[in-house]
């Protein structure tokens, strides 16, 4: 694994993903920072949870390639023919990818510096935040590994992680669509009101209970919530777990 | 021969065919069971996540939150979870937000309420409970809670409604923080720099259970200074607040047991002065607060000053120059600290009060032996007077260095004990002072202590919620300079990327024919 994510990391910088993945990130939060900074007041959790957006457009960059570049160069076969533990393989990637996301960091660790020399606050919310950052991290880019492995095109694995996190972003919006939706088709049913009213909160509850966005929102506010935590992380495990599953089928049915 | 030399070979391929067939029908069982193994195991590992976070979410959810924020911003303080344990069991107070549970508050106003009411529900031990219930799809809310439709609930669509035994009480969610004033007029935008939550729930559910002992009128009409601050911190202490406008005639109502004229930047008017003179005189209370500041600089405050020599007072019409550097605040003239007199120690845990804008006080030169008027608040002894420029620059009048009053007491010498404070500052009654300092700050303690002299409030009334301050990201202004943050807008926006992508560029030129 070790090897793997040592590879898998400089790869990052030998190519220019890393670099733009970075630039972009750089350039964005810096964006935030500066908008919040010449108002004269920075609070860094909303630094820090806005960039929770950009998940969207820098996972994909940084996880199209992991398993597709590999199947593109023909060297995927190695994993197969190699006595190494196809989990292993998952592991070391995700977590090279989790490194690149650390590094990119370095940048908001840096305004952090400047806000406290500037006497504003670095308090327990802006370190739940960090922590919340980086499970989401883990959540979504889980799922750009598993878009990776599922596909041939680094194109086509982009897209499929980019309209991932999508949904996952929009699914309290979604939840409350699909539950008006649902009341409306009741009413021409001449449904009671309080049974669609229960049935639409129900249905819009139930989805926007897998939102992580919600979940983790009032970190920022110094509230830390384990069960938030355990959801980003088991999910993220779940997906690699997936992932695996999906190279051990390659693997076995080999012809 | 021949044919007994084919035999065999046609017996071996028959043989391979059949082991070939064998190993194939071997191979696509083992296929089939790993496949089944592959999606059984995934299917198992998402219900068991599933169902453990289901679990987790829904029996721990709450248990496994904490506030690690430094003022613990989204939870009750001993406080309150103390008076929640005082109401005896069977209490129910019930809390009805008028609109949905939004799934996701961050950065919206309810962002410091839901999760404090949340707490208040949980510490309550089922004394509390809180709804959310939109009146657009539940309209016999409105009837259930308000039968008399005395609170009009229909317009309050996004407030919360407090219920209890039939009475109510409503609160406007933006008036759970205190706002920053000043940056709101520099820049209109609001900077919520402390959270009066706890400070407005635990007060209005007191006085639903217990009942407001007094009420306060606020004069409006006159230009005056915002009141939202006083009005919490008064209800806080069992007192009822209303306004009182002077544009549709002046009459102040019987049961008035305070007048406050909050930071008037106009003159009373003739019918005011009869009135207040005559209320103060049957015993009434009152307390006046006026400053010198742009708004005011060329009121003279005439019939106020008819209605204050009566109780030996004088307002001048000019501003106190601060001239000992160990009572200004940031060298500044206008902005200082003023000492309490002895008499009025006790109201404060310190000596001395921030002071801004302060007109001097001065006694009257004939005194109306009726009165017995005192000093409450005094500046250093080098403290001179000056007046405000065309340029609205201070300029020194002729004054002998001496101490000036800031604020005054005088009281009724008849049996009715009518009463009046007069503070030449506005710091101890305006929003624009609390909402940068908070009700937490000494001088809300000094006026609190003011206003229980005048008006004896039971012991009950006497807990005081801190308001949460919310202002730690504010960054310094000597430090968060427009050098700093042009600096901080070129390395962050444009050095940093540009290094970064120009690297991405010579990576791509270098790679690009491996």
Not at chain 1, 88 to 96: D, E, H, I, R, Y
């Amino acid at each position: 694994m070790q090897a793997i994510f040592k590879r898998e990391f400089l790869s990052y910088f030998r190519t220019p993903v890393g670099y733009v993945a970075m630039a972009i990130f750089t350039f964005i939060s810096g964006f935030i920072f500066y908008s919040q900074f010449a108002t004269g007041y920075v609070s860094m959790s909303v630094e820090i949870i806005m960039l929770r957006s950009l998940f969207i457009i820098i996972v994909p960059i940084i996880t199209m390639g992991m398993f597709a570049e590999d199947r593109k160069r023909g060297t995927e076969i190695l994993y197969y023919t190699n006595p190494i533990e196809l989990f292993s393989v998952v592991t070391g990637k995700f977590l090279a990818a989790m490194a690149l996301y650390l590094v990119m960091f370095i940048n908001v660790f840096i305004h952090m510096i400047v806000v406290a020399a500037c006497g504003g606050t670095v308090d327990a919310g802006v370190i739940g935040s960090v922590l919340v950052f980086f499970f989401m991290a883990a959540l979504f880019i889980s799922i750009g590994l598993l878009a990776s492995v599922l596909t041939d095109s680094q194109i086509i694995s982009a897209i499929v992680s980019f309209l991932f996190i999508l949904v996952i972003q929009l699914l309290t919006v979604i939840g409350n669509y699909c539950g008006t939706a649902v009341s409306t088709i009741m009413s021409y049913m001449d449904i009671a009101s309080d049974t669609r009213n229960a049935v639409r909160n129900a249905i819009a509850g139930a989805i926007s209970w897998f939102d992580p966005f919600a979940k983790t929102e009032l970190f920022s506010n110094g509230l830390f919530s384990v069960s938030a935590l355990v959801f980003c992380l088991s999910f993220a495990l779940f997906f690699l777990y997936l992932s695996f599953r999906i190279l051990e089928k390659k693997r076995w049915s080999q012809k | 021969m021949s044919e007994n030399v084919k035999k065999p070979a046609k017996n071996v391929s028959k043989n391979n065919a059949v082991n070939n067939q064998g190993n194939k029908q071997h191979r696509n069982e083992r296929a089939h069971q790993l496949k089944v193994y592959a999606v059984g195991s995934v299917l198992i590992l998402l219900a068991i996540i599933l169902l453990a976070n289901i679990l987790l979410d829904k029996l721990l959810g709450r248990t496994l939150t904490f506030d690690y924020s430094v003022e613990r911003s989204n939870v009750i303080s001993n406080t309150s979870a103390q008076f929640l344990d005082s109401l005896p069991d069977g209490t129910n107070i019930r809390i009805v937000g008028l609109f949905e549970r939004p799934e996701s508050f961050y950065e919206s106003k309810y962002q410091y309420i839901i999760p404090i009411l949340d707490d208040y529900v949980k510490k309550s031990k089922g004394k509390v409970t809180v709804e959310y219930i939109d009146m657009q799809k539940n309209p016999n809310i409105i009837q259930q809670l308000d039968p008399t439709g005395s609170y009009d609930l229909a317009k309050l669509s996004g407030w919360y409604v407090i219920s209890y035994n039939g009475k109510l009480d409503v609160i406007d969610p933006v008036t759970c923080y205190t706002i920053d004033t000043d940056y709101l007029d520099e820049t209109d935008r609001f900077v919520a720099t402390g959270i009066n939550t706890e400070y407005k729930f635990t007060n209005s559910m007191m006085s639903l259970v217990r009942g407001f002992t007094n009420k306060a009128y606020f004069v409006t009409g006159l230009k005056e200074n915002g009141s939202t601050e006083i009005k919490n911190l008064m209800n806080g202490m069992g007192i009822d607040t209303q306004d009182l406008d002077v544009t549709v005639g002046f009459k102040i109502p019987e049961d008035c047991n305070l007048l406050i004229l909050n930071g008037i930047n106009n003159d009373i008017t003739e019918t005011m002065y009869v009135e207040i003179k005559t209320y103060v005189e049957r015993g009434g209370k009152a307390i006046i607060s006026v400053d010198y500041s742009p708004e005011n600089v060329n009121e003279a405050y005439p019939n106020l000053n008819h209605l204050l020599n009566e109780m030996n007072i004088n307002v001048e019409h000019c501003m106190v120059t601060e001239n000992d550097p160990a009572y200004q605040l940031n060298s500044q003239i206008n902005d200082s600290q003023a000492d309490i007199a002895e008499k009025f120690t006790d109201f404060a845990t310190v000596k001395r009060l921030h002071i801004t804008l302060a007109r001097p006080l001065s006694f009257t030169a004939a005194a109306n032996s009726n009165y017995t008027t005192e000093a409450v608040l005094t500046s250093s002894k080098s403290a001179t007077k000056s007046v405000a420029d065309e340029n609205e620059r201070a300029k020194q009048i002729s004054s002998d260095p001496g101490v000036v009053n800031i604020a005054m007491h005088s009281y009724h010498n008849n049996d009715m004990h009518g009463e009046i404070y007069v503070f030449s500052t506005v710091n101890f009654t305006s929003d624009d002072y609390f909402s940068h300092f908070t009700l937490n700050d000494k001088n809300a303690d000094f006026i609190k202590s003011c206003i229980r002299s005048m008006l004896p409030t039971s012991a009950q009334y006497n807990i005081d919620i801190p308001v949460k301050r919310l202002d730690g990201n504010r960054l310094s202004t000597d430090k968060a300079t427009t050098t700093v943050a042009t600096s901080v807008m070129i390395v962050f926006m444009i050095v940093l990327p540009v290094v970064l992508s120009s690297m991405a560029v010579i990576v791509y030129n270098k790679r690009k024919n491996l």
